[in-house]
């Protein structure tokens, strides 16, 4: 399906009510095969980015058996959004995003190959896993702002919340595959085995064939984003100078006003600010889920921690869930109405999880029937947590000019990245300290607390 470009801020034309019917289901967005082939890249290289990643835990894991350096590994991954996040958004909207993506992947597969090279050559060593890991991190970033400007170069405006929302299920089926299952799956199918070259053999182990597959995928995806028609992803450029022309001091000035001008514009546009927050607090939330559920699972329900799915896998579902029904919740409640559905819904479960628990072990120990009541609550704070991020990301995607489209959302990513780390660190000493359930507790009042001020400032932005 041919789409009609839509960089201009112009509200777009009223469509009529069968038009607006069929402006917010998957199956149009889904016939755009621009979008198709972006849609399937992103799947495929999330799946195989996230199985990596467990790849790099599980072989430091198992290679040292210190949660230090698990530590390092986990940071090796994540650090590279910090400083680098924001000076890859400025690149990326001077540059052809088709460009940046499909060398963006095959830049990653050729990290993936280093990887498996170096663990056939020293199985035994964390060093290199740290490098490449963080190289291929590092890529990553200019990877995702790319794809998020390329999203409504390829559809409609009416159609960016079911895009969005696709892009959204399609992110947390890739952690659930990837992180919980190929990774896993991959390790437990290949044992090691010794494949002979000719004139002398090396020791393949499961870990080398996880990386190998992960390395072919990457270059699947390469040709995806090549398949996509060059033409499909034009957008009227900057007047500015070209970025790659400029290097040395001319480059870095160049960046330095950029940044200030993407800050600028931000703070400018109060609503753009308002979503660009609630993105951020999102993703910092569900990563404290993901801190406290294990301790959770072990402390609190006195289970293995075998049964953390009873917490994540719920909760991922609930997620996907959310993103197919988004399309209904915005059109009947509206953005704003739908955030504070979202907040509220998930400080609610947040409460309910530890009362609950504590009610129930005053009278029996806990039942089967307590596990499908927790089940449940993380399944509908999954569905909440989809309202406030993809509402947030929509209005994201609608303020930001295209000219500084990748740029708002590497500062989100930076924000959200800066963010997290002292925050995940303080919430680890609270809950060593005072409780699984004071942290979920504390957790539950900064959501109430961060709608109250959600609340005050669109009130203050409308009335400027």
């Given at each position: 399906?041919?789409?009609?470009?839509?960089?201009?801020?112009?509200?777009?034309?009223?469509?009529?009510?069968?038009e607006n019917t069929s402006a917010g289901s998957f199956r149009r967005v889904l016939k755009?095969?621009?979008f198709l082939l972006l849609w399937l890249a992103q799947l495929l290289s999330q799946i195989v980015f996230n199985a990596a990643n467990y790849g790099v835990i599980a072989i430091v894991t198992a290679i040292s058996h210190s949660t230090l350096l698990v530590g390092f590994a986990i940071i090796s991954f994540t650090l590279p959004a910090v400083p680098f996040s924001l000076i890859a958004g400025v690149y990326v909207d001077h540059l052809d995003k088709r460009l940046v993506l499909w060398v963006s992947n095959a830049?990653?597969?050729a990290s993936t190959g280093l990887l498996v090279l170096a663990l056939l050559w020293n199985?035994?060593?964390?060093?290199?896993?740290?490098?490449?890991?963080?190289?291929t991190s590092l890529i990553t970033q200019f990877f995702t702002p790319a794809e998020a400007s390329a999203i409504p170069l390829l559809v409609d405006k009416q159609e960016l919340t079911p895009a969005l929302s696709l892009f959204n299920i399609t992110f947390t089926i890739a952690q659930v595959l990837g992180f919980l299952l190929l990774g896993g799956l991959i390790t437990a199918l290949f044992p090691p085995f010794r494949l002979s070259l000719g004139f002398t053999s090396v020791e393949v182990l499961s870990f080398d064939v996880l990386f190998a597959f992960v390395f072919v995928v990457y270059i699947i995806c390469t040709l995806l984003?090549?398949?996509?028609?060059?033409?499909?992803?034009?957008?009227?450029?900057?007047?500015?100078p070209a970025l790659p022309r400029l290097m040395g001091m001319q480059g870095w000035k160049l960046i330095r006003h950029d940044v200030q001008e993407t800050w600028t514009y931000i703070g400018r546009d109060r609503p753009l600010m308002l979503a660009l927050l609630q993105v951020s607090f999102v993703g910092i939330l569900l990563l404290e889920i993901g801190e406290v559920a294990g301790p959770f699972v072990v402390r609190i329900l006195h289970l293995s921690v075998q049964a953390i799915p009873l917490i994540l896998a719920p909760a991922g579902i609930g997620l996907v869930l959310g993103g197919v029904l988004m399309p209904f919740f915005i059109r009947r409640l509206g953005k704003s109405h739908t955030i504070v559905v979202g907040m509220l819904s998930t400080a609610a479960g947040l409460i309910l999880l530890?009362?609950?628990r504590f009610v129930w072990s005053q009278f029996a120990q806990l039942?089967?029937?307590?596990?499908?009541?927790v089940a449940a609550i993380t399944c509908v704070m999954g569905v909440a947590m989809a309202m406030v991020n993809i509402s947030a990301q929509t209005v994201m995607q609608e303020r930001a000019p295209a000219q500084e489209r990748g740029r708002v959302f590497s500062f989100q990513s930076t924000l959200f990245n800066a963010g997290s780390i002292p925050i995940l660190l303080f919430a680890g000493v609270i809950g060593d300290t005072l409780g699984i359930d004071?942290?979920?507790?504390?957790?539950?009042a900064a959501i109430l607390g961060f709608g109250w001020w959600t609340a005050w400032y669109s009130h203050r932005s409308l009335a400027s």
């Open positions: 399906m041919k789409t009609e470009q839509r960089d201009d801020p112009t509200p777009a034309t009223s469509l009529s009510p069968m755009n095969r621009s830049l990653r597969a199985p035994h060593t964390v060093i290199p896993l740290y490098f490449l890991a963080f190289a984003i090549l398949a996509i028609p060059a033409r499909a992803l034009q957008h009227q450029q900057s007047a500015e530890p009362l609950v039942a089967p029937g307590f596990f499908f009541f004071t942290v979920m507790y504390l957790l539950a």
